[in-house]
């Protein structure tokens, strides 16, 4: 068997078992011996194949795997709903302390209570919504 005939094999085995895998690793060594087999049918010596594909796979893991890995990886899920609120900033429209108080979040009138239960808020005050519980806004005072 020639040995272009086995590069390819491995390729094909390489690139097969990176399917199953998604480590992005195998499919770089897969690309790295296809590109090896090339190099193999045009007829250069076996020493010359394995300093091929040792560079190949080095320029694979090095360069194009970190960049496969990003684009592998999965976005941060979107809060939506009351989830979406908290970190907003909202702006206090009656005192707001430990038991008790009014906020504007993004338009909308929420009730609200303070965060720290220590706390006592002034009206006009921009504060952070640090939690929704319920229909009641947790919040903090922006520093």
């Known amino acids: 068997m020639q040995l272009w005939v086995i590069w390819l094999i491995a390729a094909v085995v390489l690139g097969g078992v990176e399917i199953f895998t998604l480590t992005a690793a195998l499919g770089m060594l897969g690309a790295a011996a296809l590109i090896t087999a090339g190099f193999a049918a045009a007829g250069i010596p076996p020493l010359a194949q394995a300093l091929v594909f040792a560079a190949g796979a080095a320029a694979g893991l090095v360069l194009v795997r970190p960049v496969a890995l990003r684009h592998?990886?999965?976005?941060?899920?979107?809060?939506?709903?009351?989830?979406?609120?908290i970190g907003k900033r909202a702006y206090v429209l009656q005192q707001v302390d430990g038991f008790g108080g009014r906020v504007r979040i993004d338009g909308e009138e929420w009730t609200a209570r303070a965060y720290d239960e220590t706390l006592v808020i002034p009206a006009g005050a921009a504060v952070?919504?640090?939690?929704?519980?319920?229909?009641?806004?947790?919040?903090?005072?922006?520093?």
């Open 72 to 85: 592998l990886a999965v976005p941060p899920r979107e809060r939506f709903g009351v989830d979406a609120l």
């Open 128 to 143: 952070d919504v640090m939690e929704i519980s319920g229909s009641t806004a947790l919040v903090y005072p922006r520093e």
